[in-house]
């Protein structure tokens, strides 16, 4: 099993920053992807950003290229996304993801979520 901890949510003005961070715990060897997912009322859940460790590279959503950044350690098995130029649709709860394979089948780990919140 794998445990996941978020935090760094809150409240925000629009053109704020945060940074959520992610750390995670317990089977976690064989990391394939770690990434940022979020959802807003009423909406199905998004990705936000995904870091794949074994090549280094990350992928983002249009919507947040060039405001959010995603890195991560894998010594301390965290990531971390930092988020800049907040604007209120980028209120929802984001969730943090690890995917891990073992024996040729991967299995997909989330957090319990951390709220941000974006004023105008």
């Known amino acids: 099993q794998v445990q996941l901890v978020e935090s760094g949510g809150g409240l925000v003005q629009a053109g704020g920053s ?5 750390a995670a715990s317990g089977s976690i060897t064989g990391i394939v992807t770690m990434g940022w997912f979020r959802q807003a009322p009423g909406k199905q859940r998004e ?44 209120t929802a709860v984001y969730y943090c993801q690890v995917v891990v394979k073992r024996s040729m089948l991967q299995y997909s780990y989330w957090g319990q979520g951390t709220q941000v919140t974006v004023s105008s």
């Open 47 to 90: 990705l936000v950003a995904v870091m794949f460790t074994s090549i280094g590279s990350t992928n983002y959503a249009d919507s947040v290229k060039g405001r959010f950044t995603i890195s991560g350690d894998n010594a301390k098995n965290t990531v971390d996304l930092q988020m800049n130029s907040l604007k209120p649709e980028d």
């Open 18 to 22: 945060l940074r959520l961070s992610c």
